[in-house]
């Protein structure tokens, strides 16, 4: 899962994508207000932190573009303005939630983990499909209760078709999804990377969809 970073201060911006990655996330850093709409809506995000004191565009005018322009992508806003009109703009802008500076990051990554909870119709924490559990808290995957080991790619890569089940995700979406913008894509990879992740998980829980990609199924279907 991907996590676009919108933020003009490098020391903050740097913190907030080492969490970030250490929690299991691919994280992309731009600190041009410009940049940052262009690549908001031409690029597939599983959520964007957004500062508002950009230079180049605001946050608010970027937010408004992208809700305008039909990007449904959660967005958690970070701003130095704490006054109650300034939150109630940027709610009113299209922002998911918002957090004042100054904060903690385990706050940021709770907003984050809960807002990509709501965009995926879910309020609970765990993710329960067959035999298999993933926490995305602990970065844990269980398998009849006994936990599995996998590797940060086979994780993130579970963790978004787990967050997308009942629907097909294609193998270009998943790529687009788990590697950094800069790093070669090659969907290839990711039928290997499935082969794997489905050998260690012993559980039929992944179904291909030839010509179309993959889906999980939610119970029931």
């Given at each position: 899962?991907r996590?676009?970073i919108?933020?003009?201060e490098?020391?903050i911006?740097?913190?907030?994508a080492?969490?970030v990655t250490?929690?299991?996330?691919?994280?992309e850093?731009?600190?041009d207000?410009?940049?940052?709409?262009f690549?908001?809506?031409?690029?597939?995000y599983?959520a964007i932190i957004?500062?508002l004191?950009?230079p180049g565009m605001?946050g608010?005018t970027i937010?408004?573009?992208?809700r305008?322009?039909?990007v449904a992508?959660?967005v958690?806003?970070?701003t130095?303005?704490g006054?109650w009109?300034?939150?109630?703009?940027?709610?009113?802008a299209?922002?998911?939630d918002?957090?004042?500076?100054?904060?903690?990051?385990?706050?940021?990554?709770a907003?984050v983990r809960a807002l990509?909870?709501?965009?995926a119709?879910r309020v609970?924490?765990?993710?329960a499909?067959?035999?298999?559990?993933?926490?995305?808290?602990?970065r844990?995957v269980?398998?009849?209760g006994?936990p599995t080991?996998?590797?940060?790619l086979?994780f993130r890569?579970l963790?978004?078709?787990?967050?997308h089940?009942?629907?097909?995700?294609s193998q270009?979406?998943?790529s687009?999804?788990?590697?950094?913008?800069?790093h070669?894509?090659?969907?290839?990879?990711?039928?290997?990377?499935?082969g794997?992740l489905?050998r260690?998980l012993?559980?039929d829980?992944?179904e291909?969809?030839?010509g179309?990609?993959?889906?999980?199924?939610t119970?029931?279907k």
């Amino acid at each position: 899962m991907r996590i676009l970073i919108v933020e003009d201060e490098e020391r903050i911006a740097r913190d907030i994508a080492d969490a970030v990655t250490a929690a299991g996330y691919v994280a992309e850093i731009v600190a041009d207000g410009e940049e940052a709409w262009f690549k908001g809506g031409t690029e597939v995000y599983s959520a964007i932190i957004l500062d508002l004191g950009l230079p180049g565009m605001d946050g608010l005018t970027i937010l408004k573009r992208w809700r305008q322009e039909g990007v449904a992508t959660p967005v958690l806003v970070l701003t130095a303005r704490g006054a109650w009109s300034d939150r109630v703009g940027g709610i009113d802008a299209g922002a998911d939630d918002y957090l004042s500076k100054p904060f903690r990051i385990e706050e940021v990554l709770a907003r984050v983990r809960a807002l990509i909870r709501r965009s995926a119709g879910r309020v609970e924490p765990l993710i329960a499909v067959g035999p298999v559990t993933l926490d995305p808290r602990s970065r844990e995957v269980m398998v009849d209760g006994v936990p599995t080991s996998l590797t940060p790619l086979e994780f993130r890569l579970l963790n978004y078709l787990f967050h997308h089940r009942g629907r097909i995700v294609s193998q270009t979406e998943l790529s687009e999804a788990l590697y950094s913008h800069d790093h070669e894509r090659d969907t290839n990879a990711i039928e290997a990377l499935v082969g794997r992740l489905r050998r260690k998980l012993k559980a039929d829980v992944i179904e291909t969809r030839r010509g179309f990609g993959y889906i999980v199924n939610t119970p029931g279907k």
